[in-house]
């Protein structure tokens, strides 16, 4: 091992070395729209109005291309030679069993979404059908497209954002031995400029990126966590409850950053999961069983059928401030998301074959969502047609109570409202613990385990700026910030995409296949020449297993 190399392990391992730039400016940054939006609410409110307009009118296409592309990529890699390559050494074996890996995934890139839009987005869409579908609202028509669009919206585009995030990171991490940072990920692409000026820009994106999209999932858990209570304790939803349900939770957050990864995300993130699968069992069970079995594969079969004409939809023939709305919305959210979920899933995906992770990241998540939509929503739907709840109306008067109507409509109501009450807090810590992770990872040079009191600075800081737009502007806010700061972060991704097709064709293991193997003495020495300056470690098992 290099002297380099003994470095970059060291500083990847506990605490690592501050990046003071990247950490100024992102905690300055972050400290100015708090204050912002403290000192002068109106003004903030009105920037994030007009910039939401522009982003969409101007980018709104970008939104919808882009996520195309990074499904369509995703799909490539893991059917195509690259996905015999380990995320790591080539004996590495993975460091999380399937299970705390897919739970701590799931809960990550997912979990308080899953819960505020379960019942609130099929009936949305229920009474107010998607434009293009042409559909009447509240009729069978209304139900089949509302699940269709739902399932479009929370299964493959996401998880497709996330693993291409996620696999350059553990690739350049793991497999080429470089920081655990965007930045790191780069340098096939942009050379020694990665640890310059130009890899603090955007290590920085990725900050800010993290920071609003984490603050938006937070937002939404305190929003629902107020109505919660407001429906099962009789505690008045306002503005000032959900800033105490933030302040409580944040709270609750910094007590688990300091029991470490193994500890206190894995198994928190293992609790939701099965206070989730038993909420919906209870749903089910309960619930209209018969017809949900009816909408799962329904559901699916409209999704995949209508796939390609939903992905390319855009403003041109459709109605942009709906698209604005919701697939722009949970496009640009995913996005924002992606620098903390794809860093976090690499985190803990060290060890597996990138057939492997790409399919487990794809294909188990969106199996699980659909299910989820299939019993929550598909439930929310029959309560709704056959007239036992207006759950309409409840959306209508906010989102958040949606999923309490459908409680309400069912046994032991305030039990399985506390129930649910519980899985959004208990989503809320672990987002807060994972984005807080990954932040003082981006802020730390790409160290696997950075300090803790940076941990629990960024968390404070992810909880202050939650509480900042909802006191200026509620779910209108949330939206608009993520949209904006998801904007400049598409373009990092397509480098990311581009920087990791490079790297991956170099790859080794590639090299040692029998259809590349340098023929003569020459090739041979330059191969490992070429190798060497990047990645001895693999190289020199490869001239090892050379036969001579």
């Not at 819960?115 to 209304?142: C, K, L, M, S």
């Not at 400029?193 to 890899?199: E, L, P, S, V, Y």
């Not at 709305?325 to 690499?346: H, L």
């Not at 598909?378 to 309490?404: M, N, P």
């Given at each position: 091992?290099?002297?380099?190399?003994?470095?970059?392990?060291?500083?990847?391992?506990?605490?690592?070395?501050?990046?003071?730039?990247?950490?100024?400016?992102?905690?300055?940054?972050?400290?100015?729209?708090?204050?912002?939006?403290?000192?002068?609410?109106?003004?903030?409110?009105?920037?994030?109005?007009?910039?939401?307009?522009?982003?969409?009118?101007?980018?709104?296409?970008?939104?919808?291309?882009?996520?195309?592309?990074?499904?369509?990529?995703?799909?490539?890699?893991?059917?195509?030679?690259?996905?015999?390559?380990?995320?790591?050494?080539?004996?590495?074996?993975?460091?999380?069993?399937?299970?705390?890996?897919?739970?701590?995934?799931?809960?990550?890139?997912?979990?308080?979404?899953?819960?505020?839009?379960?019942?609130?987005?099929?009936?949305?869409?229920?009474?107010?059908?998607?434009?293009?579908?042409?559909?009447?609202?509240?009729?069978?028509?209304?139900?089949?497209?509302a699940m269709q669009y739902t399932l479009f919206h929370w299964t493959l585009h996401p998880w497709a954002i996330y693993a291409v995030v996620a696999l350059a990171l553990a690739y350049s991490t793991f497999r080429r031995g470089r920081e655990n940072r965007i930045s790191a990920a780069f340098r096939?692409?942009?050379?020694?400029?990665?640890?310059?000026?130009?890899?603090r820009v955007i290590d920085l994106l990725a900050v800010f990126a993290t920071v609003f999209g984490s603050a938006t999932s937070l937002g939404l858990g305190a929003l629902q966590v107020a109505a919660g209570l407001d429906l099962v304790a009789g505690v008045p939803d306002s503005t000032t409850v959900e800033l105490i349900v933030i302040g409580s939770l944040t709270l609750a957050f910094v007590i688990s950053a300091f029991t470490g990864l193994h500890r206190g995300i894995k198994w928190l993130s293992t609790t939701n999961v099965v206070l989730a699968v038993a909420l919906m069992l209870f749903v089910f069970v309960v619930g209209p069983t018969i017809y949900t079995l009816e909408v799962l594969p329904a559901a699916i079969g409209d999704y995949l059928s209508g796939l390609v004409v939903m992905s390319t939809r855009?403003?041109?023939?459709?109605?942009?401030?709906?698209?604005?709305?919701?697939?722009?919305?949970?496009?640009?959210?995913?996005?924002?998301?992606?620098?903390?979920?794809?860093?976090?899933?690499?985190?803990i995906s060290r060890g597996r074959t990138v057939r492997q992770?790409?399919?487990?990241?794809?294909?188990?998540?969106?199996?699980?969502?659909?299910?989820?939509?299939?019993?929550?929503?598909?439930?929310?739907?029959?309560?709704?047609?056959?007239?036992?709840?207006?759950?309409?109306?409840?959306?209508?008067?906010?989102?958040?109570?949606?999923?309490?109507?459908?409680?309400?409509?069912?046994?032991?109501?305030?039990?399985?409202?506390?129930?649910?009450?519980?899985?959004?807090a208990l989503y809320f810590v672990t987002s807060a613990d994972s984005a807080s992770l990954v932040l003082g990872s981006l802020t730390s040079r790409g160290a696997l385990r950075p300090h803790r009191v940076l941990v629990v600075l960024w968390g404070i800081l992810i909880g202050s700026i939650a509480g900042v737009l909802l006191f200026t502007g509620g779910l209108d806010a949330l939206q608009q910030a993520t949209i904006m700061v998801a904007l400049p972060f598409v373009v990092v991704m397509l480098g990311l995409a581009v920087a990791l097709i490079k790297d991956m064709a170099r790859d080794p293991l590639l090299a040692a296949s029998p259809r590349n193997r340098p023929q003569g003495l020459a090739d041979a020495v330059r191969t490992a020449r070429s190798y060497e300056e990047e990645d001895p470690p693999p190289v020199r098992r490869y001239l090892r297993r050379r036969p001579r």
């Open positions: 091992m290099t002297m380099s190399e003994q470095t970059d392990e060291k500083s990847a391992g506990t605490g690592g070395t501050i990046d003071r730039v990247v950490l100024g400016l992102g905690v300055g940054g972050v400290l100015a729209v708090v204050v912002w939006g403290v000192l002068a609410r109106d003004s903030l409110a009105s920037v994030g109005e007009s910039g939401l307009a522009w982003v969409i009118d101007t980018f709104g296409w970008f939104f919808v291309v882009a996520a195309n592309a990074f499904l369509v990529l995703a799909v490539v890699l893991a059917l195509s030679r690259f996905g015999r390559i380990r995320l790591g050494k080539d004996d590495d074996e993975p460091e999380f069993s399937s299970l705390a890996w897919i739970a701590m995934m799931f809960s990550a890139g997912m979990g308080i979404g899953l819960v505020f839009f379960a019942v609130a987005e099929p009936i949305q869409h229920y009474a107010t059908p998607p434009p293009a579908t042409g559909v009447e609202p509240q009729t069978g028509a209304a139900a089949s497209a096939p692409l942009i050379g020694d400029r990665a640890d310059g000026a130009t890899g855009t403003g041109a023939f459709s109605d942009p401030a709906w698209l604005g709305g919701w697939t722009i919305f949970y496009w640009a959210w995913w996005i924002s998301w992606a620098p903390f979920v794809g860093t976090f899933i690499a985190r992770f790409l399919i487990g990241v794809l294909l188990v998540p969106s199996g699980a969502s659909a299910v989820w939509f299939a019993i929550m929503g598909g439930s929310a739907l029959r309560v709704q047609a056959t007239g036992v709840r207006d759950l309409v109306a409840d959306a209508s008067t906010s989102s958040e109570q949606a999923l309490f109507g459908l409680l309400d409509a069912l046994p032991l109501a305030a039990l399985t409202s506390v129930l649910a009450m519980v899985l959004v």
